[in-house]
């Protein structure tokens, strides 16, 4: 499955953006399917996710209560909408997405991923 994300962009400290994540296949539903970011010199951290099979969705702590993801299955489309920005939020953020049981019970891990999007670069200015 090919992925595309998009949506990135600068924002101030405190606003919001919503970044999209395209699939080229139907029945997203199949997958589990996650928003990973990476800033510059760390690694790659979990941010949100949706497991297959339903709308359950897991957040990572440093984003809880701010970011929100969710899928629109008729568009094959997942979603990030990210309020209250802050500095540290400034990464490349990565969608990611896999139908096997390993990415149902790891959601939280990238090697739990077969298929991965090429990345969108969200900048958060103070």
């Known amino acids: 499955v090919q992925l595309q994300a998009s949506g990135g962009g600068l924002v101030q400290t405190g606003g919001s953006l919503r970044l999209a994540c395209a699939v080229s296949?139907?029945?997203?539903?199949?997958?589990?399917m996650s928003w990973f970011r990476q800033a510059p010199g760390r690694e790659r951290e979990f941010v949100a996710a949706?497991?297959?099979?339903?709308?359950?969705?897991y957040y990572g702590d440093s984003v809880k209560g701010r970011f929100t993801t969710s899928r629109d299955n008729a568009k094959n489309t997942m979603y990030l909408q990210m309020n209250g920005l802050r500095p540290e939020d400034t990464a490349v953020y990565y969608c990611?997405?896999?139908?096997?049981?390993?990415?149902?019970?790891?959601?939280?891990?990238?090697?739990?991923?077969?298929?991965w999007g090429q990345g969108t670069l969200v900048t958060v200015s103070s």
């Open positions: 990611a997405a896999s139908r096997t049981s390993d990415s149902r019970a790891y959601y939280y891990m990238p090697v739990a991923y077969d298929s």
């Open positions: 296949e139907r029945r997203i539903s199949s997958y589990t």
């Open positions: 949706i497991r297959m099979g339903g709308d359950r969705t």
